[in-house]
């Protein structure tokens, strides 16, 4: 027996219907086509698949904490707000952070390679980045 319930992903109210309740969040995306959240482990310890589950601080500010999707099941979302890689950034127009790790090699971990930083290979993002001057003298 599935379940009915909504959450909000990437800043769109979506509805869930009929998707068995042991379902992974991890499963989820990637039949629905956030592909971006990869899958590891599946068992928590890699990062592959991390998303940003979006909270309220005691200030009321919203907050992002890093959210392991193949070991949340997706009623585990109900009435909260996810957001994926395809979230943050794209190959086209990458968020500022995503260019510049790819541009510099920064990203070490599936935390932030697969799993939220990097929406596209590094050189889709290279190659739609700005050249930059160097900074030494000569
Ligand atoms: S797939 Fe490795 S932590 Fe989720």
Not at 27 to 32: D, F, K, V
Not at 50 to 63: C, D, I
Not at 67 to 94: D, K, Y
Request: hydrophobic share 30%; charged share 15%.
């Amino acid at each position: 027996m599935g379940s009915a319930f909504q959450f909000t992903l990437n800043g769109r109210l979506t509805a869930v219907e009929d998707w068995p309740a042991n379902t992974t969040l991890l499963e989820y995306l990637r039949a629905t086509g956030h592909t971006g959240t990869k899958q590891g482990c599946s068992e928590g310890d890699c990062g592959a698949c991390t998303t940003a589950l979006v909270e309220t601080n005691g200030r009321g500010e919203r907050v992002f904490r890093a959210f392991n999707s193949c070991i949340a099941l997706l009623p585990m979302v109900a009435g909260r707000e996810v957001v994926t890689v395809e979230g943050v950034g794209s190959c086209a127009q990458p968020h500022p952070v995503q260019e510049a790790m790819a541009q510099h090699y920064g990203s070490q971990c599936g935390f932030c390679t697969p799993g939220s930083w990097s929406p596209c290979s590094r050189p889709a993002i290279a190659t739609t980045s700005r050249v930059r001057p160097s900074s030494g003298t000569s």
